[in-house]
T-cell receptor
Framework: DAKTTQPNSMESNEEEPVHLPCNHSTISGTDYIHWYRQLPSQGPEYVIHGLTSNVNNRMASLAIAEDRKSSTLILHRATLRDAAVYYCILSSTTSGTYKYIFGTGTRLKVLA | DTGVSQDPRHKITKRGQNVTFRCDPISEHNRLYWYRQTLGQGPEFLTYFQNEAQLEKSRLLSDRFSAERPKGSFSTLEIQRTEQGDSAMYLC??????????????FGSGTQLSVL
């Protein structure tokens, strides 16, 4: 299974942009890059995903490197509610089935 | 859309007992996943269903673990002869299918298992 590498933790000031990096050097051509976040005592929730092109939605932006070996999740203005563990995941295919393999994620701390 | 529902939210059991958890996915979601999460770690993949068929099972899953999705709707995860190392949060997720790995996963709030 293709794996991802993320920093264990990051800090940001409130209302400033946050760039969360992810390395996935063994990504295959058909793997999508997903980001999920997990708030305390909750299950993970979807943030964004992409294949090759950069993506934007109301929560965040996803910047994907041209060689697809790394990506960056961008929170444009961090709020205290964005404090969570952020997971970068590849959808790994085995015999036509898809599973989503989580790493240890990045714990984002937002400072007021 | 009522979201993914898991029951119970918390379970305390004694070592050696059997436990069963239930997951109700979002209706009409064909795919259902079980994950296990211990403190400070990311969710660990356990198994995956497409409708009622169990298509993949982690090598890490011992024979004491079994999962079913009999009618392609709700699923159960049973752990027999529980051990203290089974203490974890068990998460269920569902997604629509017919994609190429670009489906969104919708997670429940999990069942927290404590084995004494």
């Amino acid at each position: 299974d293709a794996k991802t590498t993320q920093p264990n933790s990051m800090e940001s000031n409130e209302e400033e942009p946050v760039h969360l990096p992810c390395n996935h050097s063994t990504i295959s051509g058909t793997d999508y890059i997903h980001w999920y976040r997990q708030l305390p005592s909750q299950g993970p929730e979807y943030v964004i995903h992409g294949l090759t092109s950069n993506v934007n939605n109301r929560m965040a932006s996803l910047a994907i490197a041209e060689d697809r070996k790394s990506s960056t999740l961008i929170l444009h203005r961090a709020t205290l509610r964005d404090a969570a563990v952020y997971y970068c995941i590849l959808s790994s295919t085995t015999s036509g089935t898809y599973k989503y393999i989580f790493g240890t994620g990045t714990r984002l701390k937002v400072l007021a | 859309d009522t979201g993914v529902s898991q029951d119970p939210r918390h379970k305390i059991t004694k070592r050696g007992q059997n436990v069963t958890f239930r997951c109700d996915p979002i209706s009409e979601h064909n795919r259902l996943y079980w994950y296990r999460q211990t403190l400070g770690q990311g969710p660990e993949f356990l198994t995956y269903f497409q409708n009622e068929a169990q298509l993949e099972k982690s090598r890490l899953l011992s024979d004491r673990f079994s999962a079913e999705r009999p009618k392609g709707s709700f699923s159960t995860l049973e752990i027999q002869r529980t051990e203290q190392g089974d203490s974890a949060m068990y998460l269920c997720a569902s997604s629509p299918s017919a994609g190429r790995g670009n489906e969104k996963l919708f997670f429940g709030s999990g069942t927290q298992l404590s084995v004494l």
